[in-house]
């Protein structure tokens, strides 16, 4: 990917804030009692915590019912404003993970919902090991879609045939997620995965694929086309209108020693 199209995929998502926000999956608690096993144990609750690239706040908005001490940074209006209208009462502030706008040594934990891969490594890596305290937690996560399930499997090959993108964090196992995190090899990565499913009506599963980047940079007459042949294979194969969406949660923890 081209550092201009990187771009526009990364802004792409300002005018779509609210069908993010209304149809994205969440996460599961099982996610947090990871990040704080990963963590040497140490809880979210009470601690302080920035949520980076925190869009919509659908990452914020658990760590705050943990009970964490939270804020968010997010550098996109349009995914702000949705936020301040979601969580008023949550501070964000306007910022990237390249450029931390925060104090050396604050936080406790740094998470990354979806949002790592949106930084550029050489810079985000000494930013985050900034503004980490002693002891403090990198948590970086994606929710990837099972490709172990028929359907998704078999809607995953159509998308790649309609935009040449695969949308998949690596799970082979191999490594690679680690070292595309942090190609330096300044971070000693934990890794785990997390296995959860939500069911949907098949209007808000074609919501949630159509609020992906490799969507909302096209035009509307191809996304339009897209979900339409979609929404066809999935009322055939699902005649009730419900799916089961599927997901392995990627987590990666590394701690600032």
Same mark, same amino acid.
């Given at each position: 990917?081209? $550092?201009?199209?990187?771009? !526009? ?29 990963? #963590? ?13 690239? #925190? ?5 914020? %908005?658990?760590?705050h019912a943990r009970g964490a001490d939270v804020i968010a940074v997010e550098p996109g209006e349009g995914m702000a404003a949705q ?31 979806? %949002?790592?891969?949106? !930084? ?25 879609? @099972?490709? @172990?399930?028929?359907?998704? $499997?078999?809607q995953a090959r159509r998308l790649e045939r309609h935009f040449g993108i695969r949308r998949e964090v690596d799970r082979t196992g191999?490594?690679?997620? !680690?070292?595309? +995190?942090? *190609? ?14 939500? *069911?949907?009506?098949? @209007? ?19 996304? $339009? +086309? ?9 009322? %055939?194969?699902? *005649? @009730? ?12 923890? +590394? !701690?600032?020693?």
């Amino acid at each position: 990917m081209t $550092a201009s199209s990187h771009s !526009t995929r990364a802004h792409s998502f300002n005018a779509a804030a609210a069908q993010y926000a209304a149809n994205r999956p969440s996460y599961p608690p099982a996610l947090f009692d990871a990040i704080e096993d990963l #963590a040497g144990g140490h809880p979210l609750t009470g601690a302080r915590v920035a949520d980076i690239g #925190a869009g919509t706040g659908i990452a914020t %908005a658990l760590l705050h019912a943990r009970g964490a001490d939270v804020i968010a940074v997010e550098p996109g209006e349009g995914m702000a404003a949705q936020f301040r209208r979601t969580l008023p009462d949550v501070p964000i502030v306007r910022g990237n993970g390249n450029a931390l706008p925060l104090a050396t040594g604050s936080a406790d934990f740094l998470t990354y919902a979806q %949002a790592w891969h949106w !930084t550029e490594p050489a810079r985000s890596v000494p930013e985050a090991l900034r503004v980490l305290r002693p002891g403090g937690a990198l948590a970086l996560w994606w929710n990837t879609t @099972d490709l @172990d399930v028929p359907w998704l $499997a078999a809607q995953a090959r159509r998308l790649e045939r309609h935009f040449g993108i695969r949308r998949e964090v690596d799970r082979t196992g191999n490594g690679t997620a !680690t070292a595309l +995190a942090d *190609p330096t090899g300044r971070l000693d990565f934990t890794r785990r995965q997390v296995r959860w499913s939500r *069911p949907v009506p098949v @209007d808000t599963h074609l919501a949630n694929i159509g609020s992906h980047s490799m969507f909302l940079v096209q035009s509307e007459e191809h996304r $339009a +086309a897209v979900l339409g042949e979609e929404r066809d294979h999935l009322f %055939a194969a699902f *005649p @009730d209108g419900i799916v089961e969406e599927t997901y392995v949660v990627e987590l990666l923890v +590394a !701690t600032n020693s």
